[in-house]
């Protein structure tokens, strides 16, 4: 005879989040995994506390297993739940992309720092990913015209699947940096062009722990910096006069974006430091001439 479990069999929030600690996850992250199990908002956690000896059914806690043993392997909980908040909005976030940091929504502020009072400045973001900085400019910026460059169509997708989800006019272009622009035919020149570009070497011990992630988002050469000294020397024809070229790097790299910068001629080189305090943001302005 097949005695069927009742709810009092099944383990509570509070055991679920209880072993989940115990096996070695953040507590924080235990309980952003059990709301996305539970199809529960990532906001509610509080409801998890008022709730805390409601029973998790079977198919629910195995889901909550499978996705707490992937997370203690290094996937990024961006990738589990499927979803990441960047700027205030909320982003679908797929393999295909990188997970956004948020020390990238400092190169966020930069440049609307540079656009406030411009009537409809063009603004190019190149190697969206999942859009996340083209977006969260032209939300905060809405009589903005931004264009942001994709090389690889499965972010790409991802990146307009996020500008449909917040009814955002970015235009999206296929293609390499800003060669893209010229294989589109575009027109006229931007007021700021912003970049996370690939910037770690392709020998670096890092890379290890972020396996989960495009490769082909992350590295750049044997030093790291092969996109960035393609974007720097490309960009200058695209910028009006007075633009800005704003690029994230890695925490060691300011001096030779610097330098990189300063020898193609740009101007007013000013940097940005990342939440811990380190500097991650590099840019400069084209010059008059």
């Known amino acids: 005879m097949t005695v069927d479990s009742s709810p009092a069999d099944e383990p509570s929030v509070a055991d679920a989040l209880r072993q989940a600690c115990q096996q070695g996850l953040p507590r924080l992250e235990a309980q952003m995994l059990l709301l996305h199990a539970l199809q529960r908002s990532p906001h509610e956690r509080a409801w998890l506390v008022s709730h805390d000896q409601e029973p998790v059914a079977t198919p629910t806690l195995l889901q ?3 996705l707490v043993h992937a997370r203690l392997q290094g996937s990024p909980i961006a990738y589990l739940t499927g979803g990441r908040e960047f700027y205030g909005l909320e982003l679908h976030i797929t393999p295909d992309v990188l997970d956004p940091r948020p020390d990238t929504e400092i190169l966020v502020d930069w440049a609307l720092e540079l656009l406030a009072g411009k009537p409809a400045p063009r603004v ?36 307009r699947t996020n500008a449909a989800r917040h009814a955002l006019p970015v235009r999206f272009l296929q293609g390499s940096w800003l060669q893209a622009l010229e294989d589109a035919g575009e027109p006229g020149q931007f007021a700021v062009i912003v970049a996370n570009p690939p910037y770690i070497a392709d020998n670096d011990v890092h890379l290890a722990a972020l396996q989960h992630e495009p490769r082909t988002a992350l590295v750049a050469g044997d030093d790291g910096l092969q996109d960035l000294r393609t974007i720097i020397k490309q960009a200058a024809f695209w910028l009006q006069p007075n633009g800005w070229l704003l690029l994230e790097h890695g925490w060691q790299q300011h001096d030779a974006v610097r330098t990189m910068l300063a020898d193609a001629g740009y101007a007013q080189i000013d940097f940005r430091r990342d939440l811990a305090g380190h500097v991650r943001c590099t840019g400069a302005c084209r010059p008059r001439a």
């Open 124 to 159: 190019l973001d190149l190697g969206t990913g999942s859009g996340a900085m083209a977006l969260a400019i032209q939300h905060a910026c809405p009589h903005a015209q931004v264009v942001a460059v994709e090389r690889s169509p499965a972010a790409l997708q991802v990146a």
């Open 64 to 66: 909550y297993q499978a």
